[in-house]
Nanobody, 111 residues
Framework: QVQLVESGGGLVQAGGSLRLSCAAS????????ICWFRQAPGKERELVAR???????VYNEFVRGRFTISGDNAKDMIYLQMDDLKVEDTAVYYC?????WGQGTQVTVSS
């Protein structure tokens, strides 16, 4: 079993920043396999950011240049730094490990 707990969401004005955290626990695994998804109201869940097998990062085209995924393997933590937030970034953000989802954290960006 793997448990994923997100935190750090909230309400922020457009142009502001938030840092999301995902705490992973359970069986031993590579935290670099964890990625971030989001789901906006009425829309399908979409990938936001992930690591590749070589350790580089891949981003959804809508967040590239504004969001940064990072991790701390020693602490089993994954982060998502979100800068220059836009109203369209409003969504529930989830961390995901193959077969497991966190409960999500709400991010609301006001104009």
């Amino acid at each position: 079993q793997v448990q994923l707990v997100e935190s750090g969401g909230g309400l922020v004005q457009a142009g502001g920043s938030l840092r999301l955290s995902c705490a992973a626990s359970g069986r031993t695994f590579s935290s670099s396999a964890i990625c971030w998804f989001r789901q906006a109201p009425g829309k399908e869940r979409e990938l936001v950011a992930r690591f590749t097998v070589t350790g580089s990062t891949v981003y959804n085209e809508f967040v590239r240049g504004r969001f940064t995924i990072s991790g701390d393997n020693a602490k089993d933590m994954i982060y998502l730094q979100m800068d220059d937030l836009k109203v369209e970034d409003t969504a529930v953000y989830y961390c995901y490990y193959p077969g497991y989802w966190g409960q999500g954290t709400q991010v609301t960006v006001s104009s």
